[in-house]
């Protein structure tokens, strides 16, 4: 009876977690392009060393008791990893199974064709809808191709339509995905995009987004879920034109999916 | 964000037949009433009538030295093999790599779960963050045939739902084929439906009878699609290229 009480308040909170069900002997990567800090003791004043941004750390013990901690708006918890010859702690709100993306990947398509594992033969591509000739308009094509990580499996479309064009990444399967996971590999990759946000706002301060909240630099920077926490939206600043990049997460499927699409 | 815009129009004077295909190869007869075996291209004498779903290995270097057009299809004569002793040419249009429905399949899952090796979990394609309604999802599934993958996309949102199914490296006219063959019911009670009432596409045009027993597609900025509403409230039948591959798609509209 007891356990069975205690079961749901262990594992709800953790939907809304970063990295998930990783155990001793699992290989993590830092995904935070500043780096992480290892730390001597869970959440102590003592930092070991900052591992640099793309570092694989070995998980050495899921520390239990589990002691949680939230930085930058992201919640989650100490671990002790080893590092080379270094052990200690850090915090895994900034580290993923997935690899982190290396400066050459500019777009999600590039990322999974630099980092992750074809599933298959070389995939298809398709069209969507039929055309309207009054509109003069093909309604457009969606490739989709599957690619392998861990036990994930991770699905790319490439899609274009009358009016624009887009990508995204499904991340799925394995031991699930979190949204934290999905905005750190989003930050790694749109960096230069993100990076000219924050410029550009600057320029533009009574900016709001779709959802009619303030657009700052923080915006671009740091976490900031809607409020639900199952999503995240972000106005790209096109000149003229809608560039967005959304971040969802579906709880039950515990997938991530990651978009950027733009139109004029 | 995916916007699917049908229209049934006329321009049956595009065609290609099934593409690719090479000396030796087994290919699978799709004509549902059997494929005339003759003893020259453009002959009178049949050899054979091949019956829907028999296998045929072509047995010429493909060339294209003699056209011929039928249901709308556009191909060539091509030599083939049938068993051990029997050549003879056909029509190359209504022949195929992709495996011929059987007899009971009526959906493109069942298509795909009879013909296909299903492989990988089923996984979510995308997540839709509708404004009104929360998140919907596309799931896919993946399967492998003869070294190619294939993806079959289920949606459901609520302004509708459809089953998709990309096959790559194949033509238009093998996807209406396919389509013909597995969908043949709805297609039927889908004709029936045309000729008792006039039912009008999304352009408000009329849909024609003929249009469920040939092959018309429209073609704009090289891109081919066919689009027929099935038998039921909303529910269309499309066939669309681009990039390699066609997709066959169910769809139903809220």
């Known amino acids: ?264 | 964000m995916r916007i699917l815009i049908f229209l049934l129009l006329l321009a049956p004077q595009w065609a290609f037949a099934i593409k690719n295909y090479s000396l030796g190869q087994t290919l699978n007869v799709l004509a549902l009433k059997g494929l005339n075996l003759r003893d020259r291209p453009h002959g009178d004498k049949v050899v054979r009538t091949l019956p829907y779903g028999s296998q045929v290995v072509v047995a010429e270097k493909p060339n294209q030295d003699y056209p011929f057009e039928a249901d709308g299809i556009k191909g060539f004569w091509v030599k083939v093999r049938v068993g051990e002793q029997t050549t003879g040419y056909v029509f190359d249009g209504f022949l195929s790599a992709l495996p011929a429905p059987d007899a009971s399949c009526s959906s493109l899952q069942d298509y795909c779960r009879k013909h296909l090796r299903a492989f990988a979990p089923r996984t979510v394609k995308n997540i839709n963050q509708w404004l009104e309604f929360g998140q919907t999802m596309d799931w896919v599934q993946a399967y492998e045939y003869q070294n190619k993958i294939f993806a079959l996309v289920e949606n459901n949102s609520p302004y509708g739902s459809f089953y998709e199914l990309v096959l790559p490296g194949a033509s238009l006219e093998e996807a209406w084929l396919i389509a013909r063959a597995c969908l043949k019911d709805e297609l039927e009670s889908a004709k029936a439906m045309v000729a008792a009432r006039t039912i009008n596409d999304d352009n408000g045009l009329a849909v024609q009878q003929k249009h469920y027993d040939q092959f018309a597609a429209v073609v704009f900025r090289g891109f081919g699609c066919v689009a027929l509403p099935l038998a039921g409230i909303d529910r269309y039948l499309g066939l669309n290229e681009a990039d390699g591959a066609v997709s066959i798609t169910v769809s139903k509209k809220q």
Not at chain 1, 23 to 32: F, N, Q, S
Not at chain 1, 72 to 81: C, S, Y
Not at chain 1, 214 to 227: E, T
Request: overall charge negative.
């Open chain 1, 1 to 264: 009876m007891r356990s069975l009480l205690l079961l749901p308040l262990l594992f709800l909170p953790l939907l809304t977690f970063a990295v998930k069900g990783y155990r001793a002997g699992d290989e993590l990567h830092v995904l935070a392009l500043s780096g992480v800090r290892l730390r001597a003791t869970p959440g102590g004043d003592k930092v070991l060393a900052t591992l640099p941004y793309g570092t694989k750390v070995v998980v050495a013990e899921v520390l239990s008791p589990a002691q949680p901690f939230e930085a930058e708006g992201r919640r989650g918890f100490w671990v002790k990893v080893k590092n080379k010859d270094q052990v200690g702690y850090v915090f895994d709100g900034f580290l993923s199974w997935l690899p982190a993306p290396d400066k050459s990947c500019i777009d999600l398509a590039s990322y999974a064709q630099k980092h992750l594992k074809p599933l298959g033969a070389k995939f298809v591509g398709h069209a969507f809808g039929c055309y309207n000739p009054d509109e003069d308009e093909i309604a457009g094509s969606d490739d989709t191709r599957f690619f392998q990580w861990g036990g994930a499996t991770i699905v790319l479309s490439e899609s274009w339509y009358y009016e624009g064009a887009g990508e995204g990444l499904s991340l799925n399967g394995g031991a699930g995905f979190s949204l934290e996971e999905g905005w750190l590999l989003a930050q790694a990759i749109f960096k230069a995009d993100l990076d000219r946000c924050v410029e550009l706002i600057a320029e533009d301060p009574d900016r709001v987004d779709y959802n009619d909240r303030p657009l700052n630099a923080a915006s671009y920077q740091q976490f900031s879920p809607a409020k639900d926490g199952t999503y995240l939206e972000l106005d790209m600043l096109p000149e003229g034109c809608s560039d967005m990049l959304i971040i969802v997460f579906d709880p039950q499927t515990k997938t991530v999916y990651i978009s950027r699409h733009s139109g004029c």
